[in-house]
């Protein structure tokens, strides 16, 4: 099971963290990568950020290069993203996903990939 926590609402500028703790299994011995993705109504689920755990490999889309960034505490089983300078168009239901799959800096899995999701966390960016 994976549980996402902390959206909420901030003006355009601020920061948020999100979390996602797993439970029910290891990050990173049955599942090696972990993923967010984010989606607003009427358009498909986006891919925001992918995390290889054992060697931290990382993969951002080009929109939140340098205001985002992921990590992973595997004493806590949990999955960070932090996320700096948010814009309006960050707006989103944010979804945390695992699979044993892998990602790197120039490539990460699609949803349909991904075979176990939480069950998100709203993100609202506006002034």
């Known amino acids: 099971q994976l549980v996402e926590s902390g959206g909420g609402w901030v003006q355009p500028g601020g920061s948020l963290r999100l979390s996602c703790a797993a439970s029910g299994f290891t990050l990173g011995l049955q599942y090696y990568a972990i993923a967010w993705f984010r989606q607003v109504p009427g358009k498909d689920r986006e891919r925001v950020s992918c995390?290889?755990?054992?060697?931290?490999?990382?993969y951002y889309t080009d929109s939140v290069k340098g205001r985002f960034s992921i990590s992973s505490d595997v004493a806590k089983n949990t999955i960070y993203l932090q996320m700096n300078d948010l814009k309006t168009e960050d707006t989103g239901m944010y979804y945390c996903?695992?699979?044993?799959?892998?990602?790197?800096?120039?490539?990460?899995?699609?949803?349909?990939?991904?075979?176990?999701w939480g069950q998100g966390t709203q993100v609202t960016v506006s002034s």
């Open positions: 996903a695992a699979e044993r799959t892998y990602c790197s800096g120039w490539y990460a899995p699609g949803p349909e990939d991904f075979g176990s």
């Open positions: 995390l290889t755990i054992s060697d931290s490999a990382a």
